[in-house]
């Protein structure tokens, strides 16, 4: 045998442990390349099949075999070698860039520039409840600077922006731990230190609980320095930080001038492209009144105004000529500075609803969602138990102009509070159900589970549970003013969002019995007032089984058609769906205290009360009449049938039970973005009613076993047929145009050939000689003629 050493990491394959080991080859087997197993008992390794090749650690005989080098062998005889003890696991903490992470979540959390200022005087006011809180138990906090306040000044001319609160103040630690720790909460911190005081917890107002709102100052500016001075050390610290830098600094303050009694600084030197906006103090009074006008403490801003005061320059010319009369004093415009108060309005929903007057809310509403006509209705109420959150609804006076309002997923009239400060109107649907976007009102909840940057309402059960609750108290709004005394308040809020409600049957099928108490339609016996389905099923008759409906674009046009004539006959009362809406909402609804809703438009119409055997004698009467019109309409109609519906027309065309009505399929056929394969699938059947007691209807009965194939006839029927069409609801103008000038033609030419006879006759009569009648006189009377001569 010739033995080789070689290691593990000199093959494709390796060893089990990955050390260098001794192994023997059989020359046998690298002579025979067929050979792919080592056959003999010395101690190896086992490669588990794969290619090896030689490396250095080789014996030198292994130079004489070079074609053999690159082999695939396995060996059967393997020992077990000696695993080496396990090496202990090591636990590494995660590193960050910290100027990266910051960029991340300054840039990727927020959506709006705008919310910085949100965010800094959510955190002013933080510190002043911290401080309110401490100085329960001790007053000496409060004693350097009484007045808990917040003020912002915006500075144009140096392009900063400074905010100061009057608060609980920082101390160096503080400013290490919360502004030097991204992500740490410094309220979440304090509230957790409250946990053992059940009271304090539930009346506090803190609103932070990230860590991360200090940091959206960033979004607008490239260095904030905080100064802060807290009761607590007799040292004020300043703090510096760069919006690129994963540094800062922090100092002790010097400058007399720049000490606080209280509180902090925090001023925000902005961006070039941010410097215009934000220093604006217009604009930034705009933010205060959006974001945080129901904060507790007061927010000034320091605002510039314009007065009028005396003109104190003298004019040369005046003052030369003395003997001049004296001049009325001039006058001239000058601007100023003063801290303006931006957030007078209260929160009223946190006020008990008993001790709130109603022109206090009507005024909320109107300087709130800028309105100028009082609300419909209003509710406040306050929840609690499972969810606790309090809220102030509002259903308009009046729709907006634009319908599409109503229905927008921008709409934004739910405005959402976290303790009194706002954080979004945007729900898309959150909230409130779409249908019911035209209530306004606001949200106030600690409980509400919102992402890090308070602007994005996450899916919960406690959402769930608050929806339900909204949409509950809506529903009791509208109902009473359905309830009330003044029947033209409800006529007025059906005008306006009778169609919302509406669209709530075919989208809210939960709240199906909430809606339909609120519907109200125009009927067969009130076509020029609105009556809702309680009344009409009170109105019914004993024998009437169901609620009868019927879908057009007019009243006018639902009273004239033929399908009413059974059931005015039986004094039956008809829904007259005049609106695209209706019928879908209707269609949905399927049923009401046990009524379903029936279309007298569609086939298998059952009205009840009739002689079965008179109708199957009828049936049995007309059914050849039946069976020719069907084979002279062919695929036009699904089939012929004698009629239940209609007394005083011929015939009516009837839809298919599972198909679209006329009235819809009209509606769909005038979509901007319809499609005609669904038009083709969803048209269903049309059967062709007769009425066999009409006289055109008898002779075609009569005709068809006479003179069945008379193109006459068959015209009569084609006519029928469109003319169906047009009093039922499906209009077809070219079809039935052309059968009319067919029929006119024909009528025409008859009326030419009889024309042309009665003239011929009168030629006949005008050939004849008409010899005029002698009268015959006798001799006696015949006179002679005078003669002239004689």
């Given at each position: 045998?010739?033995?080789?050493?070689?290691?593990?990491?000199?093959?494709?394959?390796?060893?089990?442990?990955?050390?260098?080991?001794?192994?023997?080859?059989?020359?046998?087997?690298?002579?025979?390349?067929?050979?792919?197993?080592?056959?003999?008992?010395?101690?190896?390794?086992?490669?588990?099949?794969?290619?090896?090749?030689?490396?250095?650690?080789?014996?030198?005989?292994?130079?004489?075999?070079?074609?053999?080098?690159?082999?695939?062998?396995?060996?059967?005889?393997?020992?077990?070698?000696?695993?080496?003890?396990?090496?202990?696991?090591?636990?590494?903490?995660?590193?960050?860039?910290?100027?990266?992470?910051?960029?991340?979540?300054?840039?990727?959390?927020?959506?709006?520039?705008?919310?910085?200022?949100?965010?800094?005087?959510?955190?002013?006011?933080?510190?002043?409840?911290?401080?309110?809180?401490?100085?329960?138990?001790?007053?000496?906090?409060?004693?350097?600077?009484?007045?808990?306040?917040?003020?912002?000044?915006?500075?144009?001319?140096?392009?900063?922006?400074?905010?100061?609160?009057?608060?609980?103040?920082?101390?160096?630690?503080?400013?290490?731990?919360?502004?030097?720790?991204?992500?740490?909460?410094?309220?979440?911190?304090?509230?957790?230190?409250?946990?053992?005081?059940?009271?304090?917890?539930?009346?506090?107002?803190?609103?932070?609980?990230?860590?991360?709102?200090?940091?959206?100052?960033?979004?607008?500016?490239?260095?904030?320095?905080?100064?802060?001075?807290?009761?607590?050390?007799?040292?004020?610290?300043?703090?510096?930080?760069?919006?690129?830098?994963?540094?800062?600094?922090?100092?002790?303050?010097?400058?007399?001038?720049?000490?606080l009694p209280r509180g902090t600084s925090i001023t925000l030197y902005l961006k070039p492209?941010?410097?215009?906006?934000?220093?604006?103090?217009?604009?930034?009074?705009?933010?205060?009144?959006?974001?945080?006008?129901?904060?507790?403490?007061?927010?000034?801003?320091?605002?510039?105004?314009?007065?009028?005061?005396?003109?104190?320059?003298?004019?040369?010319?005046?003052?030369?000529?003395?003997?001049?009369?004296?001049?009325?004093?001039?006058?001239?415009?000058?601007?100023?500075?003063?801290?303006?108060?931006?957030?007078?309005?209260?929160?009223?929903?946190?006020?008990?609803?008993?001790?709130?007057?109603?022109?206090?809310?009507?005024?909320?509403?109107?300087?709130?969602?800028?309105?100028?006509?009082?609300?419909?209705?209003?509710?406040?109420?306050?929840?609690?138990?499972?969810?606790?959150?309090?809220?102030?609804?509002?259903?308009?006076?009046?729709?907006?102009?634009?319908?599409?309002?109503?229905?927008?997923?921008?709409?934004?009239?739910?405005?959402?509070?976290?303790?009194?400060?706002?954080?979004?109107?945007?729900?898309?649907?959150?909230?409130?159900?779409?249908?019911?976007?035209?209530?306004?009102?606001?949200?106030?909840?600690?409980?509400?589970?919102?992402?890090?940057?308070?602007?994005?309402?996450?899916?919960?059960?406690?959402?769930?549970i608050m929806k339900k609750r909204l949409v509950r108290k809506i529903f009791d709004m509208?109902?009473?003013?359905?309830?009330?005394?003044?029947?033209?308040?409800?006529?007025?809020?059906?005008?306006?969002?009778?169609?919302?409600?509406?669209?709530?049957?075919?989208?809210?099928?939960?709240?199906?019995?909430?809606?339909?108490?609120?519907?109200?339609?125009?009927?067969?016996?009130?076509?020029?007032?609105?009556?809702?389905?309680?009344?009409?099923?009170?109105?019914?008759?004993?024998?009437?089984?169901?609620?009868?409906?019927?879908?057009?674009?007019?009243?006018?046009?639902?009273?004239?058609?033929?399908?009413?004539?059974?059931?005015?006959?039986?004094?039956?009362?008809?829904?007259?769906?005049?609106?695209?809406?209706?019928?879908?909402?209707?269609?949905?609804?399927?049923?009401?205290?046990?009524?379903?809703?029936v279309d007298i438009s569609k086939e298998d119409l059952d009205l009840g009360g009739d002689?079965?055997?008179?109708?199957?004698?009828?049936?049995?009467?007309?059914?050849?009449?039946?069976?020719?019109?069907?084979?002279?309409?062919?695929?036009?109609?699904?089939?012929?049938?004698?009629?239940?519906?209609?007394?005083?027309?011929?015939?009516?065309?009837?839809?298919?039970?599972?198909?679209?009505?006329?009235?819809?399929?009209?509606?769909?056929?005038?979509?901007?973005?319809?499609?005609?394969?669904?038009?083709?699938?969803?048209?269903?059947?049309?059967?062709?009613?007769?009425?066999?007691?009409?006289?055109?209807?008898?002779?075609?009965?009569?005709?068809?076993?006479?003179?069945?194939?008379?193109?006459?006839?068959?015209?009569?029927?084609?006519?029928?047929?469109?003319?169906?069409?047009?009093?039922?609801?499906?209009?077809?103008?070219?079809?039935?145009?052309?059968?009319?000038?067919?029929?006119?033609?024909?009528?025409?030419?008859?009326?030419?050939?009889?024309?042309?006879?009665?003239?011929?006759?009168?030629?006949?009569?005008?050939?004849?000689?008409?010899?005029?009648?002698?009268?015959?006189?006798?001799?006696?009377?015949?006179?002679?003629?005078?003669?002239?001569?004689?």
């Amino acid at each position: 045998m010739a033995s080789m050493n070689f290691t593990s990491t000199g093959a494709s394959g390796s060893s089990i442990s990955g050390k260098e080991v001794r192994f023997t080859i059989c020359r046998a087997t690298q002579l025979n390349k067929s050979s792919r197993v080592c056959r003999t008992t010395t101690p190896r390794t086992n490669f588990a099949g794969k290619r090896f090749y030689c490396s250095k650690h080789m014996h030198n005989s292994c130079a004489k075999f070079p074609s053999h080098v690159y082999r695939s062998f396995r060996c059967q005889a393997a020992v077990a070698e000696v695993e080496d003890a396990e090496i202990p696991a090591e636990k590494l903490e995660y590193q960050a860039e910290v100027s990266r992470l910051l960029d991340l979540i300054v840039h990727s959390l927020y959506s709006h520039k705008e919310v910085f200022l949100r965010e800094l005087v959510s955190n002013a006011s933080d510190a002043l409840d911290k401080l309110r809180f401490l100085s329960v138990t001790d007053d000496s906090l409060m004693k350097d600077a009484p007045e808990l306040e917040i003020r912002i000044k915006p500075d144009p001319d140096n392009s900063t922006i400074t905010i100061v609160d009057t608060g609980i103040g920082m101390t160096k630690q503080d400013l290490i731990e919360s502004l030097g720790t991204i992500a740490q909460s410094g309220t979440a911190k304090f509230i957790n230190a409250l946990k053992d005081n059940k009271d304090a917890l539930s009346d506090n107002n803190l609103i932070g609980q990230f860590g991360v709102g200090f940091y959206s100052a960033f979004l607008v500016a490239e260095k904030v320095i905080v100064s802060t001075k807290s009761p607590k050390s007799d040292r004020q610290f300043v703090w510096e930080g760069e919006a690129d830098s994963s540094s800062y600094i922090i100092r002790e303050e010097t400058d007399p001038e720049k000490l606080l009694p209280r509180g902090t600084s925090i001023t925000l030197y902005l961006k070039p492209d941010d410097a215009f906006e934000y220093s604006d103090p217009i604009r930034i009074k705009e933010l205060v009144k959006s974001y945080s006008q129901f904060i507790s403490f007061p927010i000034h801003v320091w605002m510039e105004k314009t007065r009028t005061v005396p003109d104190t320059t003298t004019d040369t010319d005046s003052a030369s000529s003395e003997s001049q009369e004296e001049k009325e004093p001039k006058t001239k415009t000058e601007k100023y500075y003063e801290w303006e108060l931006v957030n007078e309005t209260k929160p009223i929903w946190m006020r008990n609803p008993k001790e709130v007057e109603k022109s206090e809310y009507d005024a909320f509403y109107k300087s709130t969602f800028n309105e100028y006509l009082d609300p419909s209705a209003y509710t406040h109420f306050t929840t609690e138990g499972e969810v606790e959150f309090r809220s102030l609804l509002y259903i308009p006076g009046m729709a907006p102009f634009n319908a599409e309002e109503l229905y927008s997923a921008n709409a934004k009239n739910i405005r959402l509070y976290v303790k009194r400060v706002f954080i979004s109107s945007d729900f898309d649907g959150e909230l409130l159900p779409r249908y019911l976007g035209f209530v306004k009102g606001v949200v106030d909840s600690n409980d509400l589970p919102l992402n890090v940057s308070r602007e994005i309402l996450q899916e919960s059960r406690i959402v769930r549970i608050m929806k339900k609750r909204l949409v509950r108290k809506i529903f009791d709004m509208c109902q009473e003013i359905a309830d009330r005394e003044d029947k033209e308040a409800y006529k007025n809020f059906w005008t306006n969002f009778g169609r919302s409600i509406k669209l709530g049957c075919i989208e809210d099928s939960a709240n199906h019995k909430r809606l339909t108490p609120l519907l109200r339609f125009f009927t067969s016996k009130h076509e020029d007032s609105l009556v809702s389905l309680k009344t009409y099923v009170e109105n019914m008759k004993p024998d009437q089984n169901a609620i009868y409906y019927f879908a057009a674009d007019s009243i006018k046009s639902a009273k004239s058609a033929p399908f009413l004539e059974a059931l005015l006959k039986k004094d039956y009362e008809v829904l007259f769906l005049i609106e695209p809406i209706d019928e879908v909402a209707i269609t949905n609804l399927q049923e009401y205290e046990g009524k379903k809703f029936v279309d007298i438009s569609k086939e298998d119409l059952d009205l009840g009360g009739d002689d079965e055997e008179e109708e199957r004698e009828k049936e049995k009467e007309y059914q050849l009449l039946c069976d020719w019109m069907k084979q002279i309409l062919g695929d036009k109609v699904a089939k012929v049938q004698v009629s239940k519906r209609i007394s005083t027309s011929p015939c009516v065309l009837v839809s298919g039970k599972f198909g679209w009505s006329a009235n819809m399929e009209r509606i769909m056929k005038a979509q901007t973005l319809g499609d005609d394969s669904t038009l083709d699938f969803m048209r269903g059947r049309r059967v062709l009613e007769i009425n066999p007691d009409h006289p055109i209807i008898k002779d075609l009965n009569l005709a068809c076993k006479d003179s069945p194939r008379s193109t006459k006839y068959q015209n009569i029927v084609n006519i029928l047929h469109e003319t169906a069409m047009i009093s039922s609801g499906f209009f077809n103008s070219a079809e039935y145009g052309g059968k009319v000038f067919e029929v006119l033609g024909l009528a025409m030419a008859s009326q030419g050939d009889h024309q042309s006879a009665n003239e011929e006759e009168e030629e006949k009569s005008a050939d004849v000689e008409v010899v005029p009648e002698v009268e015959v006189l006798e001799p006696s009377e015949v006179q002679q003629d005078s003669d002239p001569w004689n």
